[in-house]
């Protein structure tokens, strides 16, 4: 898994690139976390992103509640199709927010 | 289904069991997809479900032994039109009746593997593991 991340004012956009499971979801967080517990508005860019099994749905759930609790928010974009079929089979389309 | 499919094929791997061996369950599982001439939707919710049965002997067969230096077989037959995906490991022993996901609305990290592996597969079935395999997982889908 490879990333970019760009910042401009209160909002960071995190590029992921790769494919996301159980042995790079620990470096995701560490990608994502930090803004989130700086407040920032997190823009999530999967287009990138062919294929993300269990734990990388793991970590957009606890970067979305993570979010929550700082009173931001995580916005997934651009999700490749083969990544919102995994995270409509999990049934988090309504949960996650996805743009 | 695709038409091209489906002639008997057995082919199997061996993978340290570690996360970092995900990736290569995942290209073998391809490979022998592509040879399967399995259509590109099925195949990608396949590759997920043996993906995260590995992925359960890592996180939980091995859970006290990060390092080890043990293997873990993935088998794949297609036979009938019946696919048929065999884990071998050598980790602790799973006892069926513990493995459950979470409840899908109780929205939470984790406990997504094996409901993902349940909404793909046919069956999922934990056999007795014959020496020197001490768990044997059977996932099967009719094509």
């Known amino acids: ?99 | 289904m695709s038409e091209l499919a489906h002639t008997n094929h057995t082919e199997k791997k061996d993978f340290l069991v570690r996360s970092s061996s995900l990736k290569d369950v995942r290209s073998f599982c391809r490979e022998v997809f592509e040879k399967l001439h399995i259509d590109q939707n099925l195949k990608d919710e396949l590759v997920l479900a043996i993906a995260e049965a590995a992925q359960n002997i890592v996180k939980h067969a091995y859970k006290d032994s990060p390092n080890t230096e043990d293997k873990m077989v993935v088998q794949i037959s297609c036979k009938d039109n019946k696919l048929q995906i065999g884990f071998y490991d050598m980790g602790t022993p799973v006892d069926p009746g513990k493995v459950k996901h979470r409840e899908i609305d109780n929205v939470k990290p984790g406990g997504l593997g094996t409901f993902f592996i349940q909404q793909i597969m046919d069956a999922v079935e934990f056999k007795d593991g014959k020496k020197p395999w001490i768990n044997h997982l059977v996932l099967t889908k009719q094509l």
Request: charged share 25%; proline share 1%.
């Open chain 1, 1 to 99: 898994m490879s990333y970019t991340v760009s910042e401009e004012g209160n909002i960071a956009t995190v590029h992921l690139d790769g494919e996301i499971d159980m042995d790079v979801t620990e470096k995701a967080k560490e990608v994502i976390f930090p803004h989130i517990d700086a407040g920032k508005e997190v823009h999530l860019n999967l287009s990138k992103v062919q294929y993300m099994d269990s734990s990388g749905i793991s970590v957009l759930i606890e970067s979305h509640q993570k979010a929550l609790e700082k009173n931001t928010k995580v916005i997934i974009k651009e999700v490749s199709k083969s990544v919102l079929k995994v995270i409509m089979m999990a049934k988090l389309e309504q949960i996650l927010n996805l743009e």
